[in-house]
């Protein structure tokens, strides 16, 4: 899948450069691409476009093109500190009316008198594109006005900011790299007197957009040491950086003899393609760069020895068929696996067989071994008694999985499992619906899509037609396609105990125990004080989340005596009595007052229970989340929740920890 237009240009850098410090002074090694303006100009000029008013198009085209002519223009004459677009109004207004429009079009694309007052999200839709212009032009102009010489002076630093990271705005670009020593004095291996060089530091740096994110600008920094760290390596072992360097500097002073009176610019871009294809280091550059850019994965060996594994979590996590996605930050991931629990699942992304392909040669066999057993029906811990592995063993393999957008975390699909379709899902794609019926022939997905508009159990939705296992099989497949795709999610039950309660806010036990059953239950009775709203708790079971946060609002403690409820146990039974009062007393106020309004029989067991489980109930744990904290099987807790269904408020949402691509607000 392609990235969204709204994040490549941001997300993309712009050339990578390699520069070296060394005794005989700084150079530039090599660049790529040589020329930065048509790659991603285009494609971020089209992000800043206005999706409405399409007839302005023309105009917009217009000042794209005054403004790259002003661009030209400056950048002969040096380095232009005013507005590109604007600093001649004439030539703005002559854009303007230079317009023109079919005949053929329709009247409310044509305007009959062209000094007419235009419309205000207009005006801010052509002057937002021209500010994305400026801000193209100013980085263009950057990236083409600073000589090789300049960049070398700016980015090969000295030994005192080495090993550090390096990092340099100038207008709309901004430079990250790891300046590398060649030889570190950490490094206690002993060096080959062949691979002396007169090269003290090397530097691989990126040229990004300077709106990049802050996290953005992270990656790639790691992505520079990584690359320095194996390049250094390979010194150490073959003197592989010196020899490589050593054939682009022969052909860079060649070519200053060869082509001195020629043009620089195209001078200079033929002598890096010449470089580019004599050198495997420049190589090596010009694959990570394109590897970058066009899939967000690296995957290489420095020299067919040192590997180096990277992935720009801001690329490869990508909403498939949706024109806009939100760009998912590598906190959220880590947010993600951080949540990850031995109920949880993983869904796989990819074929099973493409995942171990993609492997390398010495990767560890656990993942091969996991992915044999593997099933969106088994859990973690399942997976790891059946794979024979341990359970962090498994817990860090499905972290792998998630990071490297190969897997997303889910529930074990099951019949209690209670899907809705996404609020974002793109339902009117033609490229969705042609994907779906490649897989799926036969099935329309806009009848499936219809079905799960109303959250409903799993289990409910089996055709006992079919046949119980062919429809089960058959929902499977259908279910885990449309949560790779993002189009379904999981709704989870949370919990909240009410703690207003209309006409018992002072409501006091009055009632005692006439009888104890054989079972130890309780029999309480209430007896409220007056009030004139009839309201009861029945009214606010079916309260939207948005509506009941005054419900769960602490109140004004009541005190309850414990000697009441101590006196509604059997005297006889002086053994429990004990452990009942022992309990009472680090029971809340809270949790007293919710079981004084119980009405129906109680026992030991059961207040017991709720008290344990109540700081569960403030709407931040769903229920299986409460079932692996305290170890509560399924039927132990709906039979709870039905017996204090009274004083508490059930809600369904997604986990928005596992679910990142969640948008906020």
């Not at 400026?134 to 263009?140: E, G, Q, S, V, Y």
């Not at 072992?237 to 620089?264: F, N, P």
């Not at 409910?460 to 499977?476: D, K, W, Y």
């Not at 000697?563 to 022992?582: A, C, M, R, T, Y």
């Amino acid at each position: 899948m392609s990235n969204p237009p709204t994040s490549s240009g941001v997300v993309n850098p712009l050339c990578i450069i390699l520069v070296k410090n060394g005794s005989k002074g700084d150079r530039l090694l090599f660049r790529y691409p040589y020329k930065t303006y048509s790659r991603h100009s285009s494609e971020e000029v089209d992000d800043f476009r206005p999706s409405k008013s399409s007839h302005l198009y023309p105009a917009h085209r217009n000042i794209r093109a005054n403004s790259v002519s002003q661009c030209n223009h400056a950048s002969n004459a040096g380095f232009s500190h005013h507005n590109p677009v604007f600093h001649n109004s004439d030539d703005h207004g002559a854009g303007l009316r230079t317009r023109k429009t079919s005949r053929n079009s329709p009247p409310s694309s044509r305007r009959s008198n062209p000094y007419a007052v235009v419309k205000n999200n207009t005006c801010d839709d052509i002057f937002s594109n021209c500010r994305a212009n400026d801000r193209i032009l100013a980085r263009d102009v950057v990236l083409g006005e600073l000589s090789d010489r300049d960049l070398a002076n700016l980015l090969a630093v000295n030994s005192d900011l080495s090993e550090k990271k390096f990092e340099l705005k100038i207008n709309e670009v901004r430079f990250v790299g790891h300046p590398t020593l060649m030889h570190s004095p950490r490094d206690k291996r002993p060096l080959n007197p062949a691979y002396q060089t007169s090269v003290k530091l090397f530097n691989i740096v990126f040229c990004l957009n300077a709106r990049a994110s802050h996290s953005i600008v992270k990656c790639f920094y790691d992505l520079s040491k990584r690359l320095g760290i194996g390049l250094r390596h390979e010194e150490y072992r073959c003197g592989y950086v010196s020899q490589e360097m050593k054939h682009i500097i022969s052909k860079l002073d060649e070519a200053c003899v060869d082509h001195a009176d020629e043009d620089s610019l195209n001078a200079r871009e033929m002598l890096f393609n010449d470089i580019l294809a004599m050198s495997n280091l420049a190589k090596l550059m010009k694959r990570v760069y394109d590897d970058v850019c066009d899939t967000g994965f690296v995957k290489i060996k420095i020299n067919n020895w040192v590997q180096v594994s990277f992935c720009l979590p801001q690329k490869i996590h990508t909403l498939p068929f949706r024109k806009t996605a939100p760009l998912v930050e590598p906190e959220k991931i880590h947010k993600c696996l951080e949540a990850i629990r031995p109920y949880h699942a993983i869904l796989l992304l990819v074929e099973r067989e493409a995942l171990v392909a993609s492997f390398w040669v010495d990767a560890s066999s656990t993942i091969p071994r996991l992915l044999q057993v593997y099933s969106p029906l088994k859990s973690l811990q399942t997976l790891a008694a059946d794979a024979d592995l341990t359970l962090s063993q498994v817990v860090e393999i499905a972290s792998h999985l998630v990071y490297w957008a190969a897997a997303i975390v889910i529930y074990p699909m099951c019949e209690s499992n209670v899907y809705v379709i996404a609020p974002d899902a793109p339902i009117t794609s033609p490229e969705l619906a042609s994907a779906f019926t490649e897989s799926f022939p036969g099935v329309s997905l806009s009848q499936l899509l219809s079905d799960f508009s109303m959250p409903m159990p799993l289990g409910e939705r089996i055709n006992p037609l079919l046949g119980v296992t062919s429809s089960q099989m058959q929902l499977v497949q259908l279910v885990c396609w449309l949560l790779k795709h993002r189009l379904l999610i999981q709704l989870h039950t949370y919990l909240y105990m009410s703690t207003y309660l209309d006409g018992y806010q002072e409501a006091t036990i009055t009632g005692r125990l006439s009888e104890v059953d054989d079972d130890g239950s309780l029999k309480m009775s209430l007896q409220p004080y007056e009030d004139d709203d009839d309201a009861t708790v029945s009214d606010y079971s079916e309260t939207t989340a948005d509506d009941f946060r005054h419900l769960v609002s602490p109140l004004p403690t009541v005190s309850i005596p414990e000697q009441e409820i101590i006196n509604l146990v059997n005297h006889d039974e002086s053994h429990d009595q004990e452990k009942f009062k022992g309990s009472l007393s680090e029971m809340q106020d809270t949790v007293k007052r919710a079981v004084a309004h119980i009405k129906i029989p109680l026992s030991i067991q059961d207040i017991k229970m709720f008290n344990r489980l109540s700081k569960y109930f403030t709407g931040e744990f769903h229920l299986e989340e409460i079932m692996y904290r305290e170890n509560v099987r399924r039927s132990q807790l709906m039979l709870l929740l039905d017996k204090f269904r009274d004083v508490l408020i059930t809600v369904e949402k997604d986990d928005s920890d596992i679910n990142f691509f969640r948008l906020e607000g």
